[in-house]
């Protein structure tokens, strides 16, 4: 394996599944099988085709997966809408990993923990998620609440409903924005369902989702009781070179790539008000 994550290796993906309308899991793969690099839960990669373009993205597959890496999607600019295009046999380029990873093996064990998502903010907790599944003995109870603008929009619901939902200790809550014909589950906004479920207050918090769902859901943990100190979240949207030299990601005196991109969310409160 190639140690230096400014050098760009090659990538063949072996599997393309369609999660939403707007959201593919792209399955990658070193050309002579197994992964490209080693990771940890939280951490990105940056994915290009010379030519057409390159991007960071949370890899969203959990680093016990011994076979290979994922990356969950959107489509929603030139580079991601070529990727949507693209067929099982198609070679990337792929380099990482970057960035800090969620305290897996530090604060978080031993922890009840619970993760909160919105659309496609499960990415990055995803491999958080499987992580802490594959070594079940290491954390305590497991909440997990996601929330969607529809049920259509839910990302990786195959898994969660296969896996999760019948996972020791782990109770997945899930919710979509409005109602909808064939939806027997929860309807309202993640906020407001995380205040309705009460969680106790012992448990360690990893968010993740749009910027406007962080902060209502943040401001509803800190209404039941959570202090910031319990509470984590990911800025990788802000990254661009992963290597703190374009200065996209810098936020006051912090560059997401080098010093995040998981945050714990008493960090947020020494940064400028820009996200």
Not at 73 to 92: S, Y
Not at 219 to 243: F, I, N, P, W
Request: charged residues 25%; contains cysteine.
């Amino acid at each position: 394996m190639n140690n230096d994550v400014l050098i760009p290796q090659i990538g063949i993906v072996t599997d393309i599944r369609t999660d939403t309308p707007d959201v593919k899991t792209f399955r990658v793969n070193a050309p002579k099988g197994g992964k490209c690099f080693e990771h940890m839960p939280g951490q990105c990669a940056m994915l290009s085709m010379p030519g057409v373009g390159e991007a960071m993205f949370s890899i969203t597959s959990s680093p016990t997966n011994r076979e290979f890496m994922e990356f969950s999607i959107k489509r929603c600019g030139g580079f991601t809408e070529w990727l949507h295009q693209i067929e099982v046999g198609q070679a990337v380029t792929i380099r990482g990993p970057y960035g800090h990873a969620f305290p897996v093996d530090t604060a978080l064990k031993g922890r009840d923990l619970l993760f909160i998502a919105g659309g496609i903010g499960l990415a990055p907790l995803r491999s958080v998620i499987d992580y802490c599944l594959a070594r079940r003995s290491d954390y305590g109870k497991i909440d997990i609440v996601y929330g969607s603008r529809s049920a259509d929009d839910l990302v990786d619901i195959d898994e969660i409903r296969n896996v999760w939902m019948n996972a020791e200790n782990v109770d997945v809550h899930l919710t979509i924005d409005r109602p909808q014909e064939g939806w027997e589950g929860h309807v309202g906004f993640v906020p407001a369902y995380v205040k309705e479920l009460n969680f106790d207050t012992d448990k360690t918090a990893l968010l993740c989702g749009p910027p406007i769902m962080i902060k209502f859901t943040l401001a509803s943990l800190q209404e039941m009781g959570y202090d910031k100190t319990q509470v984590y979240t990911t800025m990788e949207l802000r990254m661009k070179c992963g290597v703190g030299k374009c200065g996209r990601c810098n936020i006051g005196s912090k560059y997401v790539c080098k010093d995040g991109p998981v945050f714990r969310c008493d960090q947020l409160d020494e940064l400028p008000n820009e996200y």
